[in-house]
């Protein structure tokens, strides 16, 4: 029981250190001439404020590593749980004990909400504002529930790409994610998405007042509204 406590509290604490590393500043500090991300746009460390002053390139280089962050993460506490015996062996060492996969269930959600809060609440940021937390989630969903990320990122892609908002985009794989893993996921998966995109969803509450006031920006003009002239 204290190995398994431990094993919890530390993949939450290793997730968060994961979700700490500044993917965007990093990427575009040679673009920004000195320039703090934090300052400039929407304050956001993520590649859609990369994309605005640093352009395309840079933007998809902070998705990459952003997604690496949720992925170390979890795979790290993959092997510790096999290390430690976690994953497979129950009682008698037959190796097929639901409990000991139950805490490896429990350590990779841990993981993967640990490395959201430390992409979105950085400790290094004077104002705890990081990114977004949408390819950390995404990356997330690439280990825990393989089929939803190749959903995920098309639907992301297509809703940019009609209305050219990358919040409505990513409001409406976190709907996805939830309805689709209600579904079709359960268990400590889904409550692990769940948690992912409660937080991305905090991250996202300035966007949806935006939307709600009409003011929020485009990446770009979008398919639909062309069509619709």
């Known amino acids: 029981?204290?190995?398994?406590?431990?094993?919890?509290?530390?993949?939450?604490?290793?997730?968060?250190?994961?979700?700490?590393?500044?993917?965007?500043?990093?990427?575009?500090?040679?673009?920004?001439?000195?320039?703090?991300?934090?300052?400039?746009?929407?304050?956001?460390t993520g590649a859609t404020n990369v994309l605005r002053y640093a352009g395309w390139g840079m933007a998809f280089a902070?998705?990459?590593l952003d997604v690496l962050k949720a992925v170390v993460a979890i795979l790290l506490v993959r092997y510790v749980a096999d290390f430690l015996a976690?994953?497979?062996?129950?009682?008698?060492?037959?190796?097929?004990?639901n409990g000991n996969l139950d805490i490896l269930a429990w350590g990779e959600a841990g993981a993967a909400v640990g490395c959201l809060l430390g992409h979105c609440f950085p400790v290094w940021s004077a104002r705890f504002r990081g990114g977004k937390g949408v390819a950390s989630m995404v990356g997330v969903v690439l280990l825990l529930v393989p089929w939803m990320f190749f959903v995920s990122a098309l639907l992301w892609v297509g809703v940019l790409g009609l209305w050219g908002f990358s919040s409505v985009a990513s409001l409406a794989v976190c709907l996805f994610l939830v309805v689709g893993g209600l579904f079709w996921v359960g268990g400590m998966?889904?409550?692990?998405?769940?948690?992912?995109?409660?937080?991305?969803l905090v991250r996202?509450?300035?966007?949806?007042?935006?939307?709600?006031?009409?003011?929020?920006?485009?990446?770009?003009?979008g398919l639909w509204r062309r069509l619709r002239r």
């Open 62 to 64: 902070v998705v990459v």
């Open 86 to 97: 976690l994953r497979f062996e129950d009682g008698n060492g037959n190796g097929n004990g």
């Open 1 to 44: 029981m204290i190995v398994a406590a431990l094993f919890l509290f530390g993949a939450v604490v290793w997730g968060y250190a994961c979700g700490l590393f500044p993917s965007g500043p990093w990427v575009a500090r040679r673009s920004l001439g000195g320039r703090n991300l934090t300052e400039l746009g929407s304050g956001s």
């Open 189 to 200: 998966p889904f409550w692990g998405l769940v948690g992912v995109v409660v937080v991305v």
């Open 204 to 221: 996202h509450r300035e966007n949806m007042a935006r939307l709600w006031r009409g003011e929020e920006g485009r990446v770009f003009g």
